[in-house]
């Protein structure tokens, strides 16, 4: 009898046991084979507009077995096509099966593909590598409205410059299309200077300034361009008279006592810099100069949208030291170490003298920048910039609206400066120009006024 019951317990217990280990094999299965997350699709870089050559970005994950197709299909008034699929092989049996994650861009031509001009639907579908479903997988399933627009934006150029110099600037106005374009701007010599709206009511019609270097040789390429939302492009060419202008030379003596001066005030910011005086004169000189222009350029790359000034900008009362593109040769010890161009203009007049903004506008930096020293930078709207350094003190803050009587520092010796004066530039899109063009009310009149008035018509 004792025996009888010994016998039933040690059953039950294989039982138990046995139920635990096909429970746990069931839960080890259901984990391994079952997992239930659904693959993350994101579609925030294809737009609602789809042009004639259309592009779509998608990128999507799967964290647990992994994905294993992607398709992306396309209709419109009946007809549909498979625009991309993709199937990923099966890289283990357990866990992590297919990659964790996939991108990919797909292009595809509108017309040739028999879509038209008007509303389509998008339909992503990516699925995953557990048996759910019938071992169909987790699935993920997003569509998405766009519209299909193969026609190029209209493009009329009201005005063009007629000539341009190095250092200088012009113009161009131009009506579009479609005022809610993807983006429009002149591009001069490879490099893109954004249009804005003209501001003064109208709706389609745009303005672009544009600068030519001041070490520029030519013009190679100049037009005006602009892209749809759909990323239709259309190109106008034109064409200006290139004036080359005469460079002027200068020599600055490099001394010990300059040396003496300038070298710890950069050394603090700059502590990278290594080797005796000279050596790190010429780091400051050529490296850091370097980052602090490319700083500035930055600094001009979203100018507000607004025109803020008007007439012509304030030149500060004094004497002129030194001009814009001046090509200087830096002599140090009877030798020439260095050559440089400088790219503003030198006004002195009394120590610590008040500095004023040339014109309406809002600060967007103000702090020590390298060779510049204490630094103010202020946007004028629409790609036009002006900068002020070599400050001993600053007297506003990045975001302060300023005009003509605005003080905003005194003259100084910060910087890359040998006696207290004001360094003074205008920048249009990041490129240095001559200020002489913007202290000048008669060329702010013919260049911009006039053509401004001029293309109403």
């Not at 389509?120 to 995953?128: G, N, Q, S, T």
């Not at 100069?289 to 900008?313: A, G, T």
Request: glycine residues 10%; contains cysteine.
């Amino acid at each position: 009898m004792a025996f009888s019951r010994s016998k039933k317990y040690i059953s039950s217990q294989l039982l138990i046991f046995l139920g635990i280990v096909v429970g746990g094999c069931g839960i080890a299965a259901s984990i391994l084979f079952f997992e239930g997350g659904r693959p993350v699709v994101n579609l925030d870089q294809t737009g609602d507009h789809l042009g004639g050559k259309a592009i779509i970005r998608y990128s999507v994950s799967d964290t647990g077995s992994g994905l294993r197709a992607i398709t992306v299909l396309a209709s419109q008034n009946g007809v549909k096509k498979v625009l991309h699929s993709v199937t990923f092989p099966r890289s283990t049996y357990l866990g992590k099966i297919g990659p964790e994650e996939a991108a990919e861009t797909v292009s595809f031509d509108s017309k040739k593909e028999g879509f038209s001009d008007g509303p389509m639907r998008i339909r992503f579908e990516a699925a995953d590598y557990s048996w759910r479903g019938w071992l169909q997988g987790n699935k993920t399933v997003i569509e998405k409205e766009v519209t299909v627009d193969t026609i190029p934006p209209q493009l009329e150029i009201l005005h063009s410059e007629k000539y341009i110099s190095p250092g200088g600037v012009g113009i161009a106005i131009y009506r579009l299309s479609d005022s809610q374009g993807g983006g429009s701007g002149v591009t001069i010599n490879g490099r893109f200077n954004p249009g804005f709206l003209i501001g003064d009511g109208r709706a389609n019609t745009y303005l672009a300034y544009f600068a030519l270097p001041c070490d520029a040789q030519r013009i190679d390429s100049l037009a005006v361009s602009a892209v749809d939302p759909a990323g239709n492009q259309t190109i106008v060419p034109f064409t200006t008279v290139f004036k080359g202008v005469e460079q002027k030379h200068d020599t600055i003596t490099i001394g010990e006592a300059f040396l003496s001066a300038k070298i710890p005030e950069f050394q603090q910011y700059y502590p990278e810099m290594q080797g005796d005086f000279i050596d790190k004169y010429l780091y400051a000189n050529n490296t850091v100069r370097d980052q602090n222009n490319s700083k500035i350029y930055d600094l001009c790359r979203n100018p507000l949208p607004n025109r803020l000034w008007r007439d012509h900008f304030a030149r500060m009362a004094g004497s002129s030291r030194a001009g814009f593109a001046d090509h200087r040769s830096y002599i140090y010890n009877g030798t020439i170490i260095d050559k440089q161009v400088h790219l503003g203009m030198d006004i002195a007049s009394t120590n610590r003298a008040e500095v004023r903004a040339a014109n309406t506008g809002k600060v967007v930096f103000a702090d020590y920048l390298g060779i510049y020293g204490n630094m103010i930078l202020v946007d004028h709207g629409q790609g036009v910039f002006s900068l002020y350094s070599h400050l001993s003190r600053i007297t506003v803050a990045p975001g302060a609206d300023v005009d003509k009587k605005t003080v905003i520092g005194l003259t100084g010796t910060t910087g890359m400066a040998g006696g207290d004066h004001l360094h003074f530039s205008i920048l249009v899109n990041g490129v240095f120009v001559m200020p002489k063009e913007w202290w000048d009310q008669h060329w702010i009149d013919v260049t911009i006024e006039a053509p401004i008035s001029g293309s109403k018509f």
